[in-house]
RNA sequence: GGGGAGAUGCCCGAGAGGUUAAAGGGAAUGGGCUGUAAACCCAUUAGCCGUAGGCUUUCGAAGGUUCGAAUCCUUCUCUCCCCA
């Protein structure tokens, strides 16, 4: 593979390569396996699809040849990362940070190649700096470095507050750099500060200077903000094969190619091929998300999911049938149960004025007819399927019966 | 250390003694239209009462004034701003 080759690849879906491409190429030019570093704080302790745009950046490395350091940041974890919000950060005790990442390792694994990729936990020379060590880092950078970050600018200007914390995080993101002196470290394009500190940071150590990489930041199923679990607007690795589908075939059209390009490994060719046919008209964009739903599925839970998670879905939304399965409840001794009651048993209701509501707007349906009055008993002589919404069923039915 | 401003429902934000379960917006949920898309239209968004009119709790916290308090008074907690 020429040089061309590589970098064409290593460049796709990148937002910026700093300090520029060239220095880039002249790195691929020395034809070795890179250090490529790559950093998380495990604060929580599942990973999203936001998270793997990155990761399939380190996987197309990884292809190339070139290995992957991993930064666990169990001891940056532990202060928090104040990046975007100034709230303040819940220090996290150490066990829960041991066992969120332990399933974000398993979690990340399911894209990058273990062979290829090298965990470093941050605590290694943290937990050792001691105070003396921590002030000879801090001596190597300076107020004025850190106030030049535009975030920061914008809150010192409209004199809005700024932790020391805050100031101090970057360094301990950068001296990850100076331990593992990686070739290049890659992060979400809100980490621009972050990643350049680690350049500055190695050279004043004496090192070479990291290339820096930013990927794009995800937006989320709602289509406006970036995906974050706060913002409950994210599609999370573990999501059950439905409900992955689901989300999925949820999200506005004009994210579909965005989606496919950032999460996805279908090739290129393939993925403009699709969205010229939907520009032309020729593909119905639905047709093009329910691939992007299925790509996804398999990714995560494999073909065989990804091909029932589809029909399900048809089913259900398309077809109006009802899905093949659904959780049941059992009333065991009694032969009726109020409506309003089975809704809030069953949490398809927050509590009964929420049941009453969602009845009186004509949400609710028992075995395919709307129940619109509150008043009304579900007799338990026979099943019967309660809908409610367009997504929430359940079957309900008496004790004595067997399944 | 001195001076000032503020805290309202999921969020933002109006309200300055009764007609206020509290305007408006955002968001969310439900319905309609569709392709579980967007846009758009409608409705809902404290709880309880077997549904019909009621009742109970809510405006940072605790007390108080009043027939009546989100609105007035006292104390407390927290946030922000200005000066030094």
Redesign the pocket.
């Known amino acids: 593979m020429t040089i061309e080759d590589e970098l064409k690849i290593i460049t796709r879906n990148v937002v910026d390569v700093l300090p520029n491409k060239e220095e880039l190429k002249k790195l691929l030019q020395e034809r070795r396996p890179l250090k490529i570093k790559y950093g998380v704080d495990p604060t929580a302790p599942d990973i999203h699809l936001g998270h793997t745009v990155v990761l399939w950046k380190l996987r197309d490395f990884q292809n190339l040849g070139h290995i992957v350091q991993f930064i666990l940041g169990d001891f940056t974890a532990m202060i928090g990362d104040p990046s975007g919000r100034n709230e303040a950060r819940k220090t996290l005790p150490e066990d829960v940070i041991r066992d969120n990442a332990k399933t974000y390792l398993d979690q990340v694994f399911k894209i990058l190649n273990k062979e290829k990729t090298e965990v470093n936990p941050n605590s290694k020379w943290f937990k050792q700096m001691g105070l003396d060590g921590f002030l000879g880092l801090a001596s190597h950078y300076t107020v004025a470095r850190v106030l030049e970050r535009s975030e920061f600018k914008d809150r010192f200007v409209?004199?809005?507050?700024i932790t020391l914390l805050e100031f101090i995080y970057p360094l301990l993101q950068g001296y990850d750099s100076v331990m593992l002196k990686n070739d290049i470290e890659i992060g979400g394009t809100d980490q621009t500060f972050n990643l350049l500190v680690g350049r500055d940071l190695q050279k004043d150590y004496g090192q070479k200077e990291q290339i820096v990489l930013t990927m794009p930041l995800l937006v989320g199923t709602?289509?406006?903000r970036k995906m974050s679990k706060t913002y409950?607007?994210y599609i999370g690795i573990t999501d059950a094969a439905?409900?992955m589908?689901?989300?999925?075939?949820?999200?506005?059209?004009?994210?579909?190619f965005t989606y496919f390009r950032l999460l996805t490994p279908v090739p290129e060719t393939r993925i403009a091929g699709m969205e010229l046919k939907v520009r032309s008209g020729e593909m119905?964009?639905?047709d093009?998300?329910a691939m992007l739903a299925s790509e996804l599925v398999v990714l995560y839970h494999g073909k065989e999911k990804a091909l029932a998670a589809s029909e399900e879905?048809?089913r259900?939304?398309?077809n109006k049938e009802l899905p093949s399965e659904m959780p049941s409840s059992v009333y065991a001794n009694s032969d009726?149960?109020?409506?309003?009651?089975a809704l809030?048993d069953n949490k398809l209701a927050?509590?009964?004025?929420?049941?009453?509501?969602?009845?009186?707007?004509?949400?609710?349906?028992l075995d395919g007819s709307v129940i619109s009055?509150?008043?009304?008993?579900i007799s338990l002589e026979k099943e019967h399927i309660l809908?409610?919404?367009?997504?929430?069923f359940l079957k309900i039915r008496g004790g004595k019966n067997t399944v």
């Open positions: 409209n004199k809005q507050e709602d289509g406006t409950g607007n439905e409900q589908f689901g989300k999925a075939m949820s999200i506005t059209d004009n994210l579909i119905n964009p639905r093009a998300k879905f048809d259900i939304f398309k009726k149960v109020w409506i309003v009651d809030v927050k509590n009964k004025t929420e049941a009453n509501r969602l009845i009186q707007q004509g949400a609710v349906e009055v509150p008043d009304y008993d809908k409610v919404g367009k997504r929430r």
